[in-house]
């Protein structure tokens, strides 16, 4: 069955409070997004000591959407997600990021952008317990997901069938059954879950919706 993991990108504390609150009876995995305004130009809110008052419940996994993520991977680890995620993009010393994440005992997966190609995982593939393929430039919420990363999804089904794909970007009701079937195993859903009256449906009847396609 595939995951749906609801994504928190939100640019002030009060935001980040009201998605939370918002998702208080789902139990599930959360995507917590940071981004530094330099990787990509989206800034997003990511005060560590702030969210580490937030006490989150819910197993997360950060999505590092940063510049050096050497230099900062210690502080995120500071809140014990179960998988922490970097853009290969950004990665100087993969082998630094590795040995701190499984000496953490936190999982580690790759990201790349829409434009980069599958093949910059390729030397890393058999190191990271899952790879995560943004549909979207890395930012904000609420973008259009861009149809060519299909490509990007079968080839790197076809070439790894045991490697875990997380689709990340511009997923809704009406696009996700086509992801899902070109391969992702997880998918990463943050504005249609969060700009429906109720989100918790939303969430639910997208679970509905791949039941029997996924």
Request: glycine share 6%; aromatic share 10%; proline share 6%.
């Amino acid at each position: 069955m595939i995951e749906i993991i609801p994504v928190l990108n939100v640019k002030t504390f009060p935001k980040l409070q009201k998605h939370l609150s918002l998702l208080k009876k789902y139990k599930g995995l959360l995507q917590l997004d940071v981004a530094d305004g330099k990787f990509t130009t989206w800034k997003n809110f990511h005060d560590i000591a702030k969210i580490k008052l937030l006490k989150i419940k819910n197993p997360i996994e950060i999505h590092l959407m940063i510049n050096d993520p050497e230099t900062y991977i210690q502080d995120w680890l500071f809140l014990k997600p179960k998988r922490i995620i970097t853009h290969i993009e950004a990665i100087k010393d993969f082998n630094f990021l590795y040995n701190t994440t499984k000496k953490a005992g936190v999982e580690l997966g790759l990201a790349i952008s829409p434009e980069t190609s599958t093949k910059q995982l390729y030397p890393y593939i058999n190191k990271t317990s899952f790879v995560l393929i943004l549909g979207v430039v890395p930012g904000p919420s609420g973008q259009e997901f861009e149809t060519y990363v299909l490509n990007k999804i079968k080839e790197l089904k076809r070439k790894y069938p045991k490697v875990k794909i997380e689709a990340d970007g511009g997923i809704n009701l009406e696009n996700a059954k086509t992801i899902c079937s070109a391969g992702a195993d997880y998918l990463a859903v943050g504005s249609y879950i969060f700009d429906a009256p109720k989100p918790l449906e939303a969430l639910e009847l997208l679970k509905q919706s791949l039941q029997t396609q996924c």
